[in-house]
């Protein structure tokens, strides 16, 4: 079984935890807040409008592949402003890093696809550009024993 899902939109790293007590409560917040949450709350919705009857409870391969927005400076200018420049990159090196990304998408799918992120036996993570607007694919298979 292969659980696959397109996520249009921005993509949000997991940012630094920080915790504190408030009136006698451990309270622990994400450095990137609101923005995380909805990008969180869209991957969650995508993933359950295809969760399987019951979560899988072996082992996992997760294929996640980030789209991040192409800079402007990869396109030419003037009359070539929509045209890509030889010289622009398929890869996306620069930040959010890959593995904050990762962490985010899969912190989402426990709990709907599988029970534990500790199930993924594979995991397979891209960071390309995208010459359209910013989305993430995720494909979720359940590994047979």
Not at 17 to 29: L, S, Y
Not at 77 to 98: H, Q, R, W
Request: glycine share 8%.
């Amino acid at each position: 079984m292969t659980i696959e899902v397109t996520v249009h939109g921005a993509q949000v790293p997991m940012g630094s935890k920080r915790a504190f007590v408030h009136n006698g409560r451990a309270i622990v917040t994400d450095q990137q807040g609101a923005k995380l949450k909805s990008w969180q709350g869209n991957i969650r919705e995508k993933l359950e409008e295809v969760k399987p009857d019951e979560q899988i409870i072996g082992p996992v391969a997760v294929h996640i592949v980030f789209y991040v927005q192409r800079p402007k400076g990869h396109y030419g200018t003037g009359m070539n402003a929509a045209k890509l420049k030889e010289s622009a990159p398929d890869y996306c090196s620069k930040s959010p890093d890959i593995d904050k990304l990762a962490r985010a998408v899969l912190d989402c799918a426990t709990g709907i696809i599988f029970r534990d992120d500790a199930q993924v036996c594979r995991l397979t993570l891209s960071k390309r550009y995208s010459n359209g607007g910013p989305w993430t694919t995720i494909a979720i298979t359940e590994v047979s024993a």
